[in-house]
């Protein structure tokens, strides 16, 4: 028996001719013909957010829950690639990166900087953090982009800069990422979950790499599927976490295992290269907090590098330490000509038959929400601050949270509960400090007294802080219109009672002021609920605000309280606006028809509420529905209760037909008369926790939709969807709806868009039906790794705008869209008049509708001269009328002069130049400072302002005042 061992070994020592000192990096000169180029990709995932808070992961604390501390997996990797420069490292979340760098002296800074230039270190992606691909808005991608990307060039200049996005753990891909992707500069993309049965069949056609095109043909980008997700193979995982088997070479040792090693090893290297077609493959070698000890990680894949390497031309792999860049440029230089094409997303994402992550479209719709909200206060925060010239402070801690909450297991609803509560408090924390630099600025601009004005962050609750405490007091209302157009908006102010008048502090008129009870079904979500309404419509010039005075009176002119409308008969309840002639059931109170005043023409349209049971597992599969995954027991949804109407009201501006649909669900549908939508508002929860349950709001049309319907692409472009006959017939046909949802009728050339305020998921089902989930919370957990069941209890307001017209005016469902995303901001103060009571500050230069001043950043000054990060948007893609559209970057803003401007990449950390393929075939500028943005175009600018001569002394007397109130200065 012992000799047969004996020979046995030694016949496998032969067969791996095992030699020592033989490196485990080889030239490609050496390379034999034919042998597979293997780039061993060492990497680490670090979620920011999930099992524990982002500051658990980084600081190591409670390991009990989950087994990491990311500052020690950097100093692990650092040391390792410093003791060897032959080995390479992949490094993706700025948001760790960024606090590692700041708790770390000098002697580790140069060390990191080292390893860049020796290009052993290299970033991938470049963003905040690995960005959700189906719930987040494209500013929001690309804010977080430049969170990243920026840090990086601020610190390394250009030797970090990012080549390739690495989206290796979002759940499904979306056109517009690769989109924004390509636009920022980054010339490759690899990911790793797509559909099982896609992800087979490009295994088997061997086109697992291709050229992403985005729909409308103008971006496109190289891009790669990995092979079996993102980890190290099965059973080679060297972490200190890991149970896998380390490499033991030594012969003599009882634990000898290198044979069957190696021989397992180069069976998953030949299934592998069996599925691409370059003569290249990628090893990902890492994964969820990997590398937690790297010197014993590297050890051991030195070890397998080692005897593959020495053995290649029999075994016909070549290893080397490798990047992502380094192998797409072996792949597109080898078969770059070849690659297949695509250009539409990879939505929903399946890994088994019954098991489609489309639930998450939908998790936690109360994070949705605000996160929607702070995008909208970041940008305001960030035009005050531009507005009243303030070097000192600034809303990078919003800008940081947020970055944080588009995170894939943040926006999404996928992780933890308390997580979930640790974003809730980031973007609090970071609303808070934006809301005193807008009241602030607010005040500067309108000569307020300082410190007077207040936010009232709960309005969407029917409570204000400042109002609660208003009784027999009068109120001065600022509000700021974010957008470059002027705009009339109704306002809702909370208030105690109903003793108030409106002076328009402009003009010194009256406003017509309207008050309403508070809906009863806000009780539920806040306890403090006031209980009157206060609505008016605000004027509101561009980029720039307005005043009124909420005037105290015992007996006020030019209001009015309303009362429901007697009902004395059953017949329909028909409402008119300039726009459409809407008809609402006379019982019920559910819309019926819906007529186009323009075109005549006239469909029926109805609002239903209905639920699908979560599953828990049946005999088809033992998958249940969860944070991730959507599986209904049954593919038909049942109705929630019988509609019931509960008032109407109406006066000249607008009319709301109110109903409840048991105990807790509400809906108010408002018809404004001088609106181009239907608004439905809607309050649901908490879900009673009987059963799992999955809520939809579903609009019953006579639409002809020929199972045909339109999704947004995180806000840019509209896809196709085609309603798919498949087992999981509702799950599999779930889209994420980012903004908006499209029914079109071909035969009419009729559509109706639904405008979401927050991300949910939708789909069409039936001829003439869409349907989008507003809320779920499940009882059961999905086994995706959460580890708990989605215990939603959360009552969750939320609005739809609907929108019914002819498909060639889609052009204004972008106008509204960005309505809808900029609300007007709103802050109050107690007996103050202010010296200034409306101003704008917008030029004729971006006085459009289709131009959105996506972004304004202060990204540096001298004196009175600052730069700005500035970037615009062509917001109408050319398949909806979008034309190009001029803008003279001299004529941007009132009160400032350009000095100079730089055309960068989307993100702002890189010249046009290294973005742009073909600079001779790109009009970087029409003529002096006028350039073009072509449709559905974003261009980001450094552009550097000074005063014009009379705000000039104005400016400085601002920055003093500001710092002196801000206590971040």
């Known amino acids: ?28 000169e050496q390379r034999g013909e034919g042998t597979v180029k293997v780039h061993v990709v060492p990497h680490t995932h670090n979620d920011v957010g999930k099992y524990k808070t982002v500051d658990q992961y980084y600081f190591g604390t409670q390991n009990q829950q989950y087994q990491a501390g990311v500052q020690y997996i950097i100093d692990t990797v650092v040391d390792e690639l410093t003791a060897d420069p032959s080995k390479t490292f992949v490094y993706m979340e700025i948001a760790y990166f960024k606090r590692w760098w700041e708790h770390r002296d000098k002697t580790w800074h140069n060390k990191v900087r080292k390893l860049i230039k020796n290009k052993q270190l290299e970033f991938v992606g470049g963003g905040y953090s690995m960005n959700d691909e189906a719930s987040v808005h494209y500013m929001a991608t690309v804010d977080q982009f430049s969170a990243g990307m920026v840090w990086l060039t601020e610190n390394f200049a250009g030797a970090a800069e990012p080549t390739v996005a690495w989206q290796i753990d979002t759940y499904g891909h979306s056109a517009a990422q690769a989109a924004l992707s390509a636009q920022s500069g980054l010339k490759g993309i690899f990911f790793s979950r797509l559909h099982f049965e896609e992800y087979e069949q490009r295994k088997k056609d061997r086109e697992l790499e291709f050229t992403w095109h985005s729909t409308a043909g103008q971006d496109k980008i190289f891009s790669s599927v990995l092979y079996e997700g993102y980890g190290a193979p099965a059973g080679f995982c060297f972490d200190s976490t890991c149970t896998d088997p380390p490499i033991v070479a030594d012969p003599e040792s009882p634990e000898y295992n290198l044979p069957e090693r190696i021989s397992a090893f180069l069976e998953f290297l030949q299934e592998q290269a069996a599925h691409y077609r370059s003569g290249n493959i990628m090893l990902t070698m890492g994964g969820d907090f990997s590398f937690q000890n790297a010197h014993q990680y590297f050890t051991n894949l030195d070890l397998l590098m080692k005897y593959v390497n020495q053995n290649s031309t029999e075994y016909g792999f070549e290893m080397v330490y490798s990047t992502p860049s380094r192998y797409m440029d072996e792949v597109t230089s080898s078969i770059g000509d070849s690659l297949s094409e695509r250009k539409e997303d990879f939505f929903p994402y399946a890994d088994d038959a019954h098991s489609y992550w489309s639930g998450y479209f939908t998790s936690r719709p109360a994070l949705k929400g605000y996160v929607r909200d702070c995008n909208n206060v970041l940008q305001t925060c960030r035009q005050l601050e531009v507005l009243v010239g303030s070097p000192y402070c600034d809303a990078d801690k919003l800008w940081l949270a947020m970055s944080v909450a588009q995170h894939h297991d943040a926006i999404t609803g996928t992780s933890k509960k308390r997580v979930a509560d640790d974003y809730f408090r980031r973007l609090a924390e970071g609303q808070t400090f934006c809301e005193g630099v807008i009241n602030r600025g607010l005040e500067k601009l309108s000569g307020l007294k300082t410190g007077s004005l207040e936010s009232c962050r709960l309005a969407n609750e029917s409570y204000c802080e400042i109002t609660s405490r208003a009784e027999n007091k009068s109120l001065t209302v600022v509000v700021y219109n974010a957008r470059p157009v002027s705009r009339s908006e109704y306002i809702r102010i909370p208030l105690l009672n109903s003793n108030y008048e409106l002076i328009d502090l402009t003009t010194n008129q009256p406003v017509p002021l309207t008050f309403l009870e508070v809906n009863p079904a806000l009780h539920r979500v806040n306890s403090d609920v006031l209980p009157v309404e206060g609505v ?9 605000y307005s005043t009124y005075r909420l005037q105290h009176a015992q007996y006020p002119r030019h209001s009015q309280t309303l009362t429901p409308t007697p009902r004395n008969t059953v017949s329909d309840i028909t409402v008119e606006s300039q726009f459409y002639t809407a008809v609402f059931d006379g019982i019920t109170g559910s819309l019926k028809t819906v007529t186009n005043k323009l075109t005549g023409n006239s469909e029926e349209i109805t609002a239903k509420f209905l639920e699908y049971r979560s599953n828990t597992g049946d005999s088809a599969s033992k998958q249940a529905s969860g944070a991730h995954i959507f599986r209904p027991a049954e593919n038909t949804a049942e109705e929630i209760g019988h509609p019931v109407l509960m008032k109407h009201i109406s006066n000249d501006d607008f009319t709301e037909i109110w109903q409840t649909f048991g105990d807790w669900i509400s809906l108010v549908t408002r018809v404004y008369t001088d609106k181009s939508y239907i608004e439905v508002e809607w309050v649901v929860g908490p879900l009673p926790a009987d059963h799992g349950r999955e809520v939809i709001l579903r609009y019953e049309t006579s ?10 692409s995180n806000g840019r472009e509209m896809i196709q969807r085609r309603l798919k006959k498949q087992e999981e017939q509702v799950a599999g046909n779930y889209y994420p709806v980012t903004t908006r949802i499209v029914l079109l009728d071909e035969n009419s050339g009729m559509q109706l868009t639904v405008l979401t305020d927050r991300a949910q998921g939708g789909s069409s089902l039936a001829e003439g039906q869409m349907e989008l989930m507003v809320h779920r919370r499940t009882l059961t957990d999905d086994n995706r790794g959460v580890d708990e069941p989605l215990q939603d209890d959360l009552v969750v307001k939320g609005k739809h705008w609907l929108y019914f017209s002819r498909f060639d005016s889609m052009a204004e469902n972008r106008v509204l869209g960005q309505e809808l995303f900029y609300k007007p901001t709103i802050a109050l103060a107690l007996d103050e008049i202010p010296q200034h009571p409306s101003q704008t500050y917008s030029d004729t230069a971006v006085n459009n509708k289709y131009i959105n001043v996506a972004t304004i950043i202060n990204v540096d000054y001298s004196g009175d001269v600052f730069t700005y990060l500035l970037r615009l948007e062509n917001i109408t893609p050319k398949m ?10 001299e004529r941007i803003f009132r009160g400032k002069t350009l000095v100079e401007f730089e055309e960068k990449g989307l993100a702002g950390d890189r010249p046009i130049e290294n973005v742009v393929e073909d ?10 400072n006028v350039i073009s943005l072509q449709p559905l175009q974003i261009r980001t ?16 007397k601002i920055r003093k005042i500001m710092c002196t109130f801000l206590m971040q200065c």
């Open 1 to 28: 028996m012992k000799r047969r061992i004996v020979f046995f070994i030694c016949c496998m020592l032969g067969a791996f001719s095992i030699s020592e000192g033989v490196s485990p990096h080889r030239n490609s």
């Open 536 to 544: 008016f419509r605000a004027s509101l010039p561009a980029l720039g």
């Open 703 to 712: 639409l002809s939709t020929n199972e045909k319907f339109y999704t947004d």
């Open 880 to 889: 909806e009328g979008g034309e190009p559209i001029t803008v003279d970057l």
């Open 919 to 928: 600079m001779a075939q790109y009009t970087k500028y029409d003529e002096g």
């Open 941 to 956: 600018f450094f552009a550097t302002y000074k005063p014009s001569t009379e705000t000039s002394g104005l400016s400085d």
